[in-house]
């Protein structure tokens, strides 16, 4: 076949074309992988802040020894604040350095609904191939904006590039308007608990500026206390060693998730959890809410 027969040849027309369009593929692609240095940096340099404190102990820690003791947890629950970028970027940093200590198993969010988890699951099988760009990965997730992405984006495009599971633990939206109108409460004793309830009404009282007497609030402790078995129950499902990311109200020790998983596990073998708060030194937090806690970033 002469090269004139070759260039006019159909087969080698679609060729080129196929050839074109693969090329046009690899160039997109590379526009979407960022330097996996220039994602890292951010975070590191973050995990490089603040002070770390053993809530039990008191002593200082260092952030490799803090990533020391938490490989040996079964499940580690850490406490954000949400609009704190700061915290955020130590999530990312746990996410990126923990799996070096130990293989991860699982990562749970408090950021997604079980009506998002087949789109989590797709993504993420899709990331090692194709990594969309922020706005494509937001459509995908059909990420809730009530979690802003310059705050979750990092986090969230880190998740996507492990291979363990990352599970949704939040309530979807018509549970919460449900659990709202008949301000039912989950099953078991955290429930009834009185310091548990009293601690909760004043902390949304104060959170969202209600008066003490406002009709809303048995759903709004409600809707708190459902999320937090829901949860508990995801960890507990979860491929070990699992982490949760939620708030600090949802991580502390004395009427979040944690009292929760000791009710599910009563009588049971209870797996070894570390819970880590991400907070201000003027929160009043201490030993008897978590395991550690990371101040001044």
Sequence with gaps: MTSATLRSSPLSAAARRFACGLLVLLLTACQHLPDPDQQAAAPAQTAQQGQILSGTE??????????????????VIVGERHDARAHHLIEEWVVRTLPLRRPAGSYVLEMAT?????????????FPVTRPTDDALQAQLVWNRRWPWRQ????????????????????????????????????GAPSSDPAIVRTLKDLIVDSHGM???????????????????????????????????????HALKTLGVLVH?????AGLVFPKVKV??????SAGFDGRHADYLWTGL
């Design 211 to 249: 008066r003490a007497d406002d009709d809303r609030l048995d759903g709004m402790i409600a809707v708190q206390m459902q999320r937090d078995r829901r949860m508990a129950k995801t960890l507990l499902r979860a491929p070990k060693p699992a982490i949760l990311f939620t708030g600090n109200i």
């Design 261 to 265: 998983l000791r009710d599910l596990q």
């Design 276 to 281: 880590l708060l991400l907070t201000e030194a």
């Design 152 to 187: 979750y984006g990092g986090l969230i495009t880190a998740l996507m590039a492990q291979t363990a599971p990352v599970l949704a633990a939040n309530l979807d939206r018509p549970e919460v308007e449900q659990i709202l109108r008949s301000n039912a409460r989950p099953a």
């Design 58 to 75: 008191g002593r200082t820690l260092t952030a490799d020894a803090l990533l020391d003791e938490l490989a040996q947890a079964d499940i």
């Design 114 to 126: 079980a009506s998002q988890q087949a789109r989590l699951d797709a993504t993420q099988r899709a």
